[in-house]
């Protein structure tokens, strides 16, 4: 009796009729034994798996399986002793070392009554199974952006009900999805927005996409402000549904609303003060002018409103002589970036007449460079108010400053809420007219921001209601911090920057470590920015106080010099070094701007703290300045 293997083989050699399906067929087809062991297989076999037929015979065929799938394929065998058909999937490693997914039929064949052999058919899915990996991957992608979207998302279907909402349309509205699913998106929203949604979701059915605020209707009651985006869902070219996309924006709009209050209660202060106050920006075109300035000049305040200022109330002296524009005070403040005080002028009115005026203007910055004015002025044309109000000007100015000061602080708290809100919602899911509309808001906010710190700059140079703090303090740290603030800025000019510190220099002083780290600031600034090239040398150290007893703390004096070997300051000139609204250099561009600390302010603030400042210097040759200043050490 032959064999089964003998039989086999016998049985397909003599199968012609089916030989040009199993030769051409674009599909692996082989015929192996009931030991797994391969008789034929076709050229797709061959095409697919790199291997010749005698190669595959050979070989031992554990090496063209990955992982588990030759047990799958021995254990897929033995099952065909039970069942003529099986189908299943597994991987092989191709001759070139590429992985390939196979589904594979196995079909009994039987031969005298006994199953001898297997006929084997494997389509390589490989491709295929690849797409489907990929789809899933998006599809859980589209998955994750639904489900986890800070907007709430429903879909419809074309009859408009709801098919489906992501977890934060639950949590907007105090549905739970069951209850929302097979409502129609009619009864999400108020009564009054019911024509508008139908003619948006008749247009979304063409093809169109829509973005438009409205309100949604939570289960308790509560009306929600959302933005409202609405997209057809599209397969295949086919408009399937409506996706709605509804972005809260209660917080939004009740911060811009916040914003327009504040905005309006800015304004009302300046219309309050009797002062005129009018703005101009760089190029001396007014921007604003309040009511009281209006009032006295004779204009209404459109009228003034991006004219040149110059050629409108300043174009002459009060002689009747022309008034050069490189001469005047107020653009000469807004070039150089210094704020100044100025008696003895005249405003012209719209009538022609004079006004005999004071003002003080202070410089605008923007990213450091100067970009306009602010002008506050007084009416002083009778000799009699002149008298008057100098006798008034300390009480006015101490209620005006705390006014200020007070309605400032007032302002920039609520202020901030509104930029750090601003900055948090920009961080959502925003449309491009919505993010448009938080820049506004921002921009308007650091705007406004920027003319409160301007208000209390402002304050803060008059007032001479000054405290000082008595704490401990890291004398050596201090002194390094405030000189290595400038280490870039002079590196970038070529400046060497030096700090030395005497021999017995206590580490811990007591004194206010705020007011001396502004003072050191001011001066080593100065410094740094009078010295194009060359180098400075800061110097300081302590010496000990006599008198001091056995218990108490130690008594000493600070004594800090700042040297450079800058531009110098001409001899005519040292006695005007420590006057308030002075220039040395008057012609000098500045190149480094701030509200800062002047050499006025440096003097009184040492003074006040009992210590003396004075400066030594030669034009074209550097200064020097010092000061001593008497601190205790810690106890």
Known sequence: MKNPFDLLGETFAESEIYRPLFVYHPDAIYVMNMAGQLIY??????????????????????????????????????????????????????????????????????????????????????????????????????????????????????????????????????????????????????????????????????????????????????????????????????????????????????????????TEQYTSIL????????????????????????????????????????????????????????????????????????EGEVFWRKDGTSLLVEYRVNPLFENGEPAGAVVVFKDVTSQSEI?????????????????????????????????????????????????????????????????????????AAESGSLTFEREPFDARLLLEQAVASFSVQAEASGVELDLRFGEAFPKRLVGDAGKLRQILVGLVGNAVKFTPRGRIVVTADCVMRPGTDDGEPLRYVLKVDVRDSGIGIPADKMELLFQPFSQIHSAMDRRYEGTGLGLAICKRWIERMGGTIWAESSEGEGSVFSFALPLLGEA
């Open 41 to 262: 297989a076709n050229p797709a076999t061959e095409r697919i798996s790199g291997y010749t037929l005698e190669e595959l015979q050979a070989m031992d065929l554990r090496e063209l399986y990955r992982d588990g799938d030759y047990e799958r394929s021995r254990i897929g065998r033995g099952a065909m002793n039970e069942q003529k058909h099986l189908e299943f999937k597994l991987n092989i490693v191709s001759k070139s070392g590429s992985l390939l997914t196979l589904a594979v039929t196995y079909v009994a064949i039987e031969q005298e009554g006994r199953r001898v052999g297997i006929y084997g058919i494997a389509k390589d899915i490989t491709e295929a199974e690849d797409k489907n990996r990929k789809l899933k991957k998006q599809e859980k992608l589209y998955r994750s952006l639904f489900e986890y979207n800070p907007a709430g998302i429903l879909s419809f279907d074309p009859e408009g009900r709801c098919l489906s909402v992501n977890p934060n349309l639950e949590a907007m509205t105090g549905y739970a999805s069951g209850e929302l699913t097979g409502r129609t998106y009619l009864d999400f929203f108020p009564a009054e927005a019911t024509e508008r949604l139908r003619e948006r979701f008749k247009r979304t059915f063409r093809g169109e996409s829509g973005n438009f605020e409205t309100q949604v209707q939570a289960k308790d009651g509560q009306r929600i402000d959302v933005n409202l985006t609405v997209l057809p869902i599209i397969v295949d070219g086919e408009t399937l549904g409506v996706y709605m996309i509804a972005l809260d924006i209660t917080e939004w709009k009740r911060q811009m609303q916040r914003s327009r209050e504040l």
């Open 271 to 342: 219309n309050g003060v009797s002062e005129g106050i009018f703005e101009i920006n760089r190029e001396g075109r007014s921007i604003f002018i309040n009511r009281a300035g209006a009032r006295m000049l004779g204009y209404a305040s459109g009228e003034f409103e991006n004219v040149y200022n110059h050629d409108l109330i300043h174009h002459s002296r009060s002689d009747g002589t022309p008034y050069p524009i490189e001469e005047c005070p107020i653009h000469r403040s807004i070039r150089q970036g210094d704020s100044c005080f100025v």
């Open 387 to 459: 008298v008057r109000q100098k006798n008034e000007a300390q009480r006015g100015l101490a209620a005006k400053t705390e006014f200020l000061s007070l309605m400032s602080h007032e302002i920039r708290t609520p202020l901030n809420g509104v930029l750090g809100m601003a900055d948090l919602m920009s961080d959502t899911m925003l449309t491009g007219e919505q993010r448009d509309y938080m820049e506004v808001l921002r921009l308007s906010g650091l705007g406004l921001q920027v003319v409160v710190d301007r208000i209390l700059d402002f304050n």
